[in-house]
């Protein structure tokens, strides 16, 4: 039994991770006004995407892909997959597997499997990334769907947004609402819980935030050796790139990946954002 996997692109995954694993990505899209761009990298750059946050007036906003997506792109796999596994962004956050349970309805006699992964960006990403790996092993789709399980617990997350500004705006802002009221007193790091944007910790001082997120990782994880981190930005790279190294010089991990925070998490993190999601084997 051949299965496919199946991923949304607010999750982020690593252009290299997509070829080497043969995941397929579903575009949700980014809407400027009365422009609407798919989440694809060609319709819009993510240069392209926060230049427009920055120079712009006009906030971006999201939308998930339609059931006429996910059915095209499910017809195309099972032509030569028996099973799809689909890993989608938390249902607290889009409506993409809403999306993509109408697809399915379209396809009684097929083998889908939808997971939310109550996550968004690299923590469903990961998930995505293994249980490609497995399939590519030609392990079973009940061995893979064991693992998904595993790694929905074990990885975490930690944003340190510039400002909950965009998330405000964006109404994703979930248990973080409670912060508002403090938006100018608090560098806030932030985490997903449940599904949903949750406040970790609240620093005074961006240096702070980051020297905190440090000791965070250190004190959730038990051997260095095992870990993998994925240290993402929202047009930072100078600081995604320091939060990289210093990740490097304390715990000199297993593997550890530097990427982007792309559009779909960009829209509602805005720019000048950084991240790290991590995990141990």
Known sequence: ??????????LDIPKEYIEKYNITVIPLYVLFGNETFKDDGQDITLKDFYD????????????????GDF?????????????????????KMSGTIA?????????????ITIIDSESVHMPGGFIAIKAAEMASQGKSKEEILQTIDLYKQKVK??????????????????????????????????????????????TRRW????????????????????????VGDSDMKDEGDNLGEEIKKR??????????????VGAHLGPGAIDATFYED
């Open 99 to 111: 999306s993509a349970e109408l697809a399915v309805k379209d396809l009684p006699e097929a083998d």
């Open 52 to 67: 427009r946050i920055r120079n712009g007036n006009m906030m971006p906003t999201t939308s998930q892909p339609t059931p």
């Open 157 to 202: 997350v930690l944003f340190i947004p510039s400002t909950l500004e965009y998330l405000k705006r964006g109404g994703r802002i979930g248990r973080a609402n409670a912060l508002l009221g403090s938006l100018l007193e608090i560098k806030p790091i932030l985490t997903i819980n449940l599904g949903e944007v949750s406040p970790f910790k609240n």
């Open 71 to 91: 059915l095209e792109v499910y017809k195309e796999l099972l032509k030569k997959y028996d099973s799809i596994i689909n890993i989608l962004i938390s249902k």
């Open 1 to 10: 039994m051949s299965t496919a996997i199946v991923a949304d692109s607010s």
């Open 251 to 264: 715990f000199n991990p297993k593997k550890l990946i530097r990427g982007d925070i792309g559009c779909i």
């Open 207 to 230: 240096t702070q935030a980051k020297a905190e997120l440090l000791n965070t990782i250190e004190a959730m994880i038990k051997n260095p050796s095992d870990l993998t981190v994925f």
